[in-house]
């Protein structure tokens, strides 16, 4: 199979639907949701990310007023997303008056602050957990709240789990997701980079909960580099949500933004989606910024982003991808000396120690494929 250099952008009839989502002229509208059809049976598997896009074209043939055929089953979509994040917001609410109670700061990131703050209705943009941001110091007792609310997680040690991840899943019995992150980027655990977010968050309220949100700046790096990241589910939304957030009216800070990227090493990702975003869809991306980020990667940018890219053709590279963010790692622990000893021992009680037939169940379903 052979990869695409533009592997983690939209395809044509993802680019299409998005289109149709963001399209500000009503012709413009049904005219791409009509070619989206084409390529795309209505009744056709429909990946997460383009799923998620339906009640937002919904919401624009109703605002232009077109009676399309196919409006009320997109408006059955739309209902359906707003119960679901109806008691989302509702649970997010709850969860983050306790952890007030108990003096946890908190700062919520991606999905909730993107449906209150720049969509024109909740409902418009899914969410499938809630992003929380503690502080470090503060995870273990944040993850031991959440469980006392019947929540659960799959973690190995405390101790191994903040040096090696950024972020850990709890699931409780209803379904209700929560990301309890103490780093906020998957691809910049450090402290340096934290301070960067809390120290410019705004405030914030969902429901009755008050707490924090990252600036119009610093959620759209968050979005561009999150979505162009290999993922199961391709977060094609990621579009979306900037064209909201520029199109909102908040300030971005384009200098704050180029700064942070060169920093962390993250220029050439974000180049490839503002320039994106630019050529596309004609977002207000200045393109004095996207040329001074796409000159500043430095080669271990290129082959990480080179790898991501050809990950999802060939397994080798996804295997040259993580290598890539243990370099990240070492670079960001203040014990970069026994970091691969802490990797060896999670990967040994992870797949081998804790089930002896897990690793060779694994070995042999890679073989297969």
């Known amino acids: 199979m052979t990869v695409s250099k533009d592997a983690l952008l939209p395809d044509p009839a993802q680019e299409m639907l998005l289109r149709a989502a963001l399209a500000t002229e009503d012709a413009a509208i049904a005219d791409c949701f009509e070619q989206w059809l084409r390529l795309v049976p209505f009744d056709a598997y429909h990946d997460e990310g383009t799923y998620h896009l339906l009640p937002m074209v919904w ?4 605002r232009a007023g077109i009676d399309h055929p196919l409006l009320p089953r997109l408006k059955g979509l739309f209902r359906n997303s ?9 649970r997010a ?54 469980e006392r609310e019947g ?17 850990l899943l709890h699931r409780d019995p209803g379904g209700a997701e929560v990301d309890l992150h103490w780093h906020v980027l998957f691809d910049c655990p450090n402290r340096r980079a934290d301070a960067h977010f809390w ?43 900037a064209a909201m957030i520029v199109r909102s009216g908040e300030r971005v800070d384009w200098q704050r933004l180029e700064a942070f990227a060169g920093e962390q090493g993250l220029g050439g990702r974000l180049a490839l989606g503002l320039a994106y975003l630019r050529d596309r869809f004609g977002i207000d991306v200045p393109a004095a ?6 000159a500043r990667p430095s080669l271990f940018e290129r082959f990480e982003l080179m790898a991501m890219r050809a990950e999802t053709g060939n397994p080798v590279w996804r295997h040259m991808r993580r290598g890539a963010h243990v370099v990240r790692l070492l ?26 037939d897990r690793g060779r169940a694994a070995r042999e379903a890679r073989h297969a494929q």
Not at 200 to 213: D, I, K, Q, W, Y
């Open 289 to 294: 910024t996207i040329a001074a980020l796409a």
């Open 93 to 146: 609410s709850e969860l983050l008056t306790l952890f007030d109670r108990e003096g946890i700061a908190t700062l919520v990131g991606k999905g909730l602050p993107l449906a209150l703050d720049f969509y024109d209705a909740p409902a418009l943009r899914p969410m499938n957990d809630i992003d929380i941001v503690v502080p470090l110091e503060a995870a273990r007792r944040a993850s031991a709240l959440l």
């Open 331 to 356: 670079k960001s622990d203040r014990r970069p000396w026994s970091l691969p000893l802490a990797l060896a021992a999670e990967f040994h009680k992870r797949y081998l120690r804790t089930d002896p």
């Open 199 to 241: 120290d410019n968050a705004v405030p914030f309220a969902v429901g009755e909960a008050r707490t924090l949100r990252p600036s119009a700046t610093d959620l759209l790096l968050q979005v561009v580099v999150h979505g162009l990241r290999p993922n199961a589910a391709p977060p094609v939304r990621w579009v979306a949500d």
């Open 82 to 90: 707003w119960v679901r994040s109806t008691q989302r917001i509702a």
């Open 151 to 167: 929540f659960r997680s799959e973690r190995i040690r405390w101790s191994s789990e903040c040096r090696l991840r950024h972020a």
């Open 59 to 62: 919401s624009r043939l109703s």
